[in-house]
Every structure is written in C-alpha cells, then in structure tokens.
C-alpha cells in the first residue's frame, strides 16, 4: 500500500501545484486570477469555433448598421489597445485580431470569442438606439476578451475535471501524461464560445471594464443607466435569481452608478485629448492657410474625430 499511497500524494501535490496556474492581472480592476489553461490553447479552440460559427451564420446585409458596428468596435479597440500599451500590458497585444460583424438574427444580444472576435445580433440595434449605447455593449463584450473570462472558466472547469479524474488517474498511472490530459479535459469541457456562461462576477466585472472602454475611447458612460433600463423593459425586468449567470438589470444599474465617477474620469480625459488635438489641427491649418494667402484660397482645418 505504501507505493499507492506515495503515489497519490505525489500526484495530488502535483496536481495542486498545476491548477494554481500562472497568476494573470486583469487590467481596469486589478483583480488577480490564476490560469490553467494557455492563450494559444483558448485561441486555438476559440478561431475554430468562430470559424464555425461564421459559416453557418448570415450576415446583415444593412449596410449602414454594419459600418455602424464596425465603425464602434474599432473605435473601441483603439482605445483599449492605447490604454494596455500605457499601462504595462503591451504583451497581451498579440492576442488580439479584433473583428466586428452584425449578423441577421433577432435575439436581443451579442458575443465576443477569445481574441476579439465580436458578434452582434441585429435584434439588439432597437434596444441600443445610439451609438453610445451601442459602445456600452461592445465594451462590455471586448472586457470579456481582455479579462480572459474565457480561459478563466475553462481553467475552474479543467482543474474540477482533473481532481474528478484523480482516483482513476492515479491507479492507472496515467498522472504523468501533462499535455494530453490538458487536451483531454478541454476536449470533454466542450465549452461554446457563443454561449458561454460566465459566473456573474465575471458579468459584473465586463460591465465595470466596459463602462471605463466606452469611456475611454469618447462615449459618455452616463448613458449606459438608459441602456440598461430599456434592456429591463425588454427582457420583462430581467433575471434576478441566484442562479443565474447575469446580475439583474437593478444590480447592473446600481453598480453602474457607483462606477461611473472612475468612468467619467475617462470620458473628460478623452474629450480634453480631442479638443487638444483639434485645437493642434486647426493652429496648423491656420498657419497653414495664412502662408498661402497670396496664391490661394484658406484651407479650412479638419474637425478631430476620435
């Protein structure tokens, strides 16, 4: 019994130690979690499933909205990006391929796939309204990205799927096999990215994330209370069970709140940065204009966009 018995504290220790994980920092918030699974292994099963799904799915064909979509996520991105670059998280850069489409669909929702891979439902366009309303919810979906709330789920599901597996994995002396088992658990995890379920802490955390995205990238967060209150009316009140995955709409509402002084912290250093770019531009045009009086007609200066 005695080299049983080493066997599986050997193999428990080990265990333990690997589903510790490597420590990860979530940007906005500071929150530290740990991953057992890598960014190549997620990105991996997240490109194909999109892939997938994209090939099944239809397109909208309303130009207008698509441009609209797309116009708002990259402006997002662009922001979010600046603001990891800043802050100390560069590296994570090369995760992300960030891609927005609007597809033909009348559910009230949208997604976003590990790496940036951004659906949109046209049902939910009549409960946004706005453009920025609309940023609200693509902040909220890139904060999923950016949080890696994807590889932190599957990571509790692998490290409960090794733990189950235990006993069996001891007695057949299979504990040693690192890489398959880690295929092998993510296989059996089976985890749709389209309809992941994330714990409503990892909700809470995207519409906090979100909340400061939109504002950084020049939206006014305050309108995010509007969006939420239509999406109450919408959905009938919304889920305020213990079970669910979502907070409900009145805790997302009051949360906002109390976050959206840090967000408009964002929003004011957005609009101070576009106003002195646009006041850069038009001193520019200005000079520029006033060398060529003699020759030519006043160029006139180009209003910052953000």
């Given at each position: 019994m005695k080299p049983i018995k080493s066997l599986f504290i050997t193999a428990l220790t080990a265990l333990v130690l690997a589903s510790c994980g490597t420590a990860s920092k979530v940007?906005?918030?500071?929150?530290?979690?740990?991953?057992?699974?890598?960014?190549?292994?997620?990105?991996?099963?997240?490109?194909?499933?999109?892939?997938e799904y994209m090939a099944s799915a239809k397109k909208s064909t309303d130009a207008a909205n698509t441009a609209l979509v797309q116009r708002v996520g990259q402006r997002l991105a662009t922001a979010v990006e600046t603001y990891l670059r800043d802050n100390g998280f560069a590296n994570e850069l090369q995760y992300f391929n960030w891609e927005f489409n609007l597809v033909k669909d009348n559910s009230v929702n949208a997604f976003c796939m590990p790496g940036g891979k951004?659906?949109?439902?046209?049902?939910?366009?009549?409960?946004?309204?706005?453009?920025?309303s609309l940023a609200i919810v693509l902040g909220h979906e890139i904060a999923h990205a950016v949080a890696k709330h994807s590889a932190e789920q599957m990571?509790?599901?692998?490290?409960?799927?090794?733990?189950?597996?235990?006993?069996?994995?001891?007695?057949?002396?299979?504990?040693?096999?690192?890489?398959?088992?880690?295929?092998?658990?993510?296989?059996?995890?089976?985890?749709?990215?389209?309809?992941?379920?994330?714990?409503?802490?990892?909700?809470?955390?995207?519409?906090?994330?979100?909340?400061?995205?939109?504002?950084?990238?020049?939206?006014?967060p305050a309108v995010a209370i509007s969006f939420w209150q239509r999406m109450s009316a919408a959905s009938g009140g919304g889920s305020s069970s213990y079970l669910s995955s979502h907070p409900s709409d009145a805790k997302r509402i009051t949360d906002i709140q109390k976050w959206l002084p840090e967000a408009q912290q964002y929003y004011a250093a957005s609009k101070g940065a576009g106003q002195a770019t646009s006041n850069t531009s038009t001193k520019s045009s200005a000079?520029?204009?006033?060398?060529?009086?003699?020759?030519?007609?006043?160029?006139?200066?180009?209003?910052f966009t953000f």
């Open positions: 940007p906005v918030t500071g929150r530290t979690h740990r991953l057992s699974v890598s960014d190549e292994q997620v990105l991996s099963l997240s490109n194909s499933q999109y892939k951004i659906v949109v439902y046209e049902g939910l366009l009549p409960v946004t309204q706005d453009e920025a990571s509790k599901k692998y490290n409960q799927s090794q733990f189950t597996q235990l006993g069996g994995a001891v007695l057949s002396s299979a504990v040693g096999s690192g890489a398959a088992q880690v295929a092998t658990a993510m296989a059996s995890i089976g985890l749709q990215f389209a309809n992941a379920h994330y714990s409503r802490e990892n909700e809470s955390e995207a519409d906090h994330m979100g909340l400061v995205f939109a504002a950084m990238a020049g939206y006014d000079k520029s204009s006033t060398k060529k009086t003699n020759t030519s007609k006043a160029t006139t200066s180009k209003k």
